[in-house]
């Protein structure tokens, strides 16, 4: 239970507070941008709020396997263009109820509002780098954005209940463990794409 504990300082609150940033709800379609910790959390917490589709974004099949276990619908490998028809062939040319932009890039953002149905909130968590919002399509087809840094104290009570019920296992996103005095190879296996997340052990 280690693992699941600890994703829910970072990642798992994180990936939480897209999914209420972007008015997830039963019964609604999600789409995921990102496949990194935060966004496979997203997945497992779109799943916890009721949604019945889940779509990640994702081309790694590593991580598309962690999104399925999560509880992701679909997997969507495609991305720009291609992405959003894809998602619009996914929902009979709506487009998503809530989008959980995970990257904090320009691209990631621009994928998050042409995938989003008219109505609908882009909730986005990854710290934003170079990003320029398309206001134009927000003020067309009503898209909301919010989120931001997530207030993980807010989320952790549920969030804990959740774990130690055995109903999440987001540890599931530390697919490598190493020992303190390897940090740095940590981070590069991570900035690499090597690993999802890793977990240090002292």
Same mark, same amino acid.
């Given at each position: 239970m280690?693992?699941?504990?600890?994703?829910?300082?970072?990642?798992?609150?994180?990936?939480?507070?897209?999914?209420?940033?972007?008015?997830?709800? =039963?019964?609604?379609?999600?789409?995921?941008?990102?496949?990194?910790?935060?966004?496979?959390?997203?997945?497992?917490?779109?799943?916890?709020?009721?949604?019945?589709?889940?779509?990640?974004?994702? !081309?790694?099949?590593?991580?598309?396997?962690?999104?399925?276990?999560?509880?992701?619908?679909?997997?969507?490998?495609?991305?720009?263009?291609?992405?959003? =028809?894809?998602?619009?062939?996914?929902?009979?040319?709506?487009?998503a109820?809530?989008?959980?932009?995970?990257v904090?890039?320009d691209?990631?953002?621009?994928?998050a509002?042409a995938?989003?149905?008219?109505?609908?909130?882009?909730?986005?968590?990854?710290?934003?780098?170079?990003?320029?919002?398309?206001?134009?399509?927000?003020?067309v087809?009503?898209?909301?954005l919010?989120?931001?840094m997530?207030?993980? !104290?807010?989320?952790?009570?549920?969030?804990? =209940?959740?774990?130690?019920t055995?109903a999440?296992?987001?540890?599931?996103?530390?697919?490598?463990?190493?020992?303190?005095?390897?940090?740095?190879?940590?981070?590069r296996?991570?900035d690499?794409?090597?690993?999802?997340?890793?977990?240090?052990?002292?």
């Amino acid at each position: 239970m280690i693992p699941s504990l600890l994703a829910l300082a970072d990642v798992m609150a994180t990936g939480w507070h897209a999914a209420v940033a972007a008015g997830v709800r =039963e019964g609604g379609t999600a789409v995921v941008v990102g496949d990194g910790a935060v966004g496979l959390c997203g997945v497992l917490a779109a799943g916890q709020m009721g949604a019945e589709r889940v779509v990640a974004m994702s !081309r790694h099949e590593p991580r598309q396997a962690i999104a399925r276990a999560f509880g992701a619908t679909d997997i969507v490998a495609q991305r720009g263009r291609e992405g959003a =028809e894809a998602i619009k062939d996914l929902t009979d040319g709506v487009g998503a109820d809530a989008v959980l932009e995970c990257v904090g890039t320009d691209d990631a953002m621009k994928q998050a509002f042409a995938v989003a149905r008219p109505g609908s909130t882009v909730g986005f968590v990854g710290a934003p780098h170079g990003v320029e919002l398309p206001v134009r399509r927000m003020f067309v087809k009503n898209i909301g954005l919010a989120g931001g840094m997530a207030p993980v !104290r807010r989320y952790l009570p549920e969030l804990l =209940e959740l774990v130690t019920t055995g109903a999440v296992q987001p540890g599931l996103v530390f697919d490598t463990v190493l020992p303190l005095d390897e940090v740095a190879a940590g981070y590069r296996a991570m900035d690499e794409r090597t690993a999802v997340k890793v977990l240090l052990q002292p």
